[in-house]
């Protein structure tokens, strides 16, 4: 899943602070009405085959062997950045986006992804050559939200392969990541510690149109195999992809026609990927419910996988 694109310039920086809780106000009772649809149809390895198989067996709702795979192959490369000048303000500096990129969709998405998480205040474009042009965008707190919140334009340009099923809606996604406030995204920010969220939502927006596969609610992407910490402060190792919280809405309208889901990166330990394969993404968010763990990223969290 590497790729040779433009996010924020690495380097030393300051660490964020370990402020990272999450508001009463933002408890994620929410997620125990969080309805998982897991599936996927991508090809694997034989050993991933039946990695995935032994998962899909816990899973409801599965309509077929062809598309109940819940995990996304290891992501080799994910989340790895690149160093580069790709970053814009909103305010009018030149944008680097290719001509390839669909004008209008990225106006509407970023438009009603405004009305629902605040202002953009900056926008990193990907300059390699891939099948779609995929920007992240970055909102930081205000008063409709009180994170820092990153979200994709590119992903939905194209219809992801979907199964038959109709697990995978309408086909087209975006991608979004929830970040404390004291968790500031900035042009000049660097390390990879404070940078990791833009890379691996960049990557994995691109991974479905390079590899005829798609993005759903309960698929899982661990960091590697076995699964290694995503980023140098942090034991986290993977990511399971969910509905947001708190926007009131699950979609927003794609341009020509249909919705677009919306999907939430949210961290795990690779204890909470093994549970989530052997117990099945409910059970996971039960967890999540039951201990407050929301999709706000907390670097150091209660690990899920060993609380009852």
């Known amino acids: 899943m590497e790729s040779e694109s433009v996010s924020v310039s690495e380097s030393d920086s300051e660490s964020v602070s370990e402020s990272e809780s999450v508001s009463e106000s933002e408890s994620v ?68 986006r290719s ?19 605040g202002p953009v205040k900056y926008v990193m474009h990907d300059r390699s050559d891939g099948p779609v042009r995929i920007s992240v965008h970055v909102v930081p707190p205000n ?17 992801m392969s979907v199964p038959p099923c109709g697990c995978g809606g309408d086909g087209y996604a975006e991608l979004m990541i929830t970040l404390p406030a004291s968790w500031s995204i900035e042009p000049e920010t660097r390390g990879e510690h404070l940078t990791w969220p833009v890379a691996w939502l960049r990557d994995l927006a691109l991974y479905p149109h390079a590899s005829h596969a798609w993005l759903g609610s309960g698929h899982t992407i661990p960091n590697g195999d076995p699964p290694v910490p995503i980023a140098p402060d942090t034991a ?73």
Do not use: W
């Not at 690149?82 to 909103?90: F, L």
């Not at 001509?99 to 998480?117: F, G, I, K, N, W």
């Open 29 to 96: 009772s929410d997620l125990e009405s969080v309805s998982v649809s897991v599936s996927e149809s991508v090809s694997v390895s034989t050993a991933e085959r039946t990695h995935l198989e032994r998962s899909a067996a816990f899973l409801p709702g599965t309509v077929s062997p062809a598309c109940s795979s819940p995990s996304l192959p290891p992501s080799a490369g994910c989340g790895r950045t690149t160093r580069g000048d790709g970053m814009t303000r909103r305010d009018g500096a030149a944008a680097r």
């Open 236 to 308: 986290l190792a993977g990511v399971m992809l969910l509905p947001p919280r708190g926007l009131g809405t699950r979609h927003i309208a794609h341009p020509r026609g249909g919705k677009i889901a919306l999907l939430a990166l949210v961290p795990l330990y690779p204890g909470e990927l093994e549970l989530k394969l052997r117990e099945g993404a409910e059970a996971l968010v039960s967890r999540m419910a039951l201990y407050n763990v929301s999709e706000v990223v907390v670097r150091r969290r209660v690990d899920l996988s060993r609380r009852a």
């Open 143 to 159: 008063p409709r939200r009180a994170y820092t919140t990153l979200f994709t334009t590119g992903l939905s340009e194209r219809r």
């Open 99 to 117: 001509p390839r990129a669909d004008a209008a969709l990225v106006r509407s998405v970023t438009a009603q992804m405004e009305a629902l998480v």
